[in-house]
Nanobody, 124 residues
Framework: QVQLVESGGGLVQAGGFLRLSCTAS????????MAWFRQAPGKEREFVAA????????YYSSSAKGRFTVSRDNAKNTVYLQMNSLKPEDTAVYYC?????????????????WGRGTQVTVSS
C-alpha cells in the first residue's frame, strides 16, 4: 500500500520560512518523480515543484522559483520543500504527489499517488 505522508506545515509570519517533508512508503520510487502541489481555499490545486528520485533533476513553478527548493534524501525515502521568504499568498494546503519517470509535469491528473496534505498559513 503506497503512502505519502506530509509534515512540517504550520503558521509563520510573512518573510519567514518552513520546511515541509514527505515520507514515501509502500513501493520502490526510484524511477518516480515526486512533486509538491498546493491548494488555497476556493482555488484549484496548483503545481509547485518536482524532483526526480533517481537523478535529482528539479522543476519549479514560476511562483516557487528562487524562493522554494525541493530536495530528496533517498536513504530516508523523504522529499523536502524548503520555503523561504514566505508570503501570505503562499497560504494553502500543501500536498505531496508521485508519478512515474517524467519530472517536468505540472498537471494534477498526471500524478498517481497523493498524500493528505499539510496546512501552511502565512500571516501578514
Amino acid at each position: 500500500q503506497v503512502q505519502l505522508v506530509e509534515s512540517g506545515g504550520g503558521l509563520v509570519q510573512a518573510g519567514g520560512f518552513l520546511r515541509l517533508s514527505c515520507t514515501a512508503s509502500g513501493r520502490t520510487f526510484s524511477n518516480y518523480a515526486m512533486a509538491w502541489f498546493r491548494q488555497a481555499p476556493g482555488k484549484e490545486r496548483e503545481f509547485v515543484a518536482a524532483i526526480s528520485w533517481s537523478s535529482g533533476i528539479t522543476y519549479y513553478s514560476s511562483s516557487a522559483k528562487g524562493r522554494f527548493t525541493v530536495s530528496r534524501d533517498n536513504a530516508k525515502n523523504t522529499v523536502y520543500l524548503q520555503m523561504n521568504s514566505l508570503k501570505p499568498e503562499d497560504t494553502a494546503v500543501y500536498y505531496c504527489a508521485a508519478r512515474p519517470t517524467a519530472v517536468r509535469v505540472a498537471a494534477v491528473d498526471e500524478y498517481d499517488y497523493w498524500g493528505r496534505g499539510t496546512q501552511v498559513t502565512v500571516s501578514s
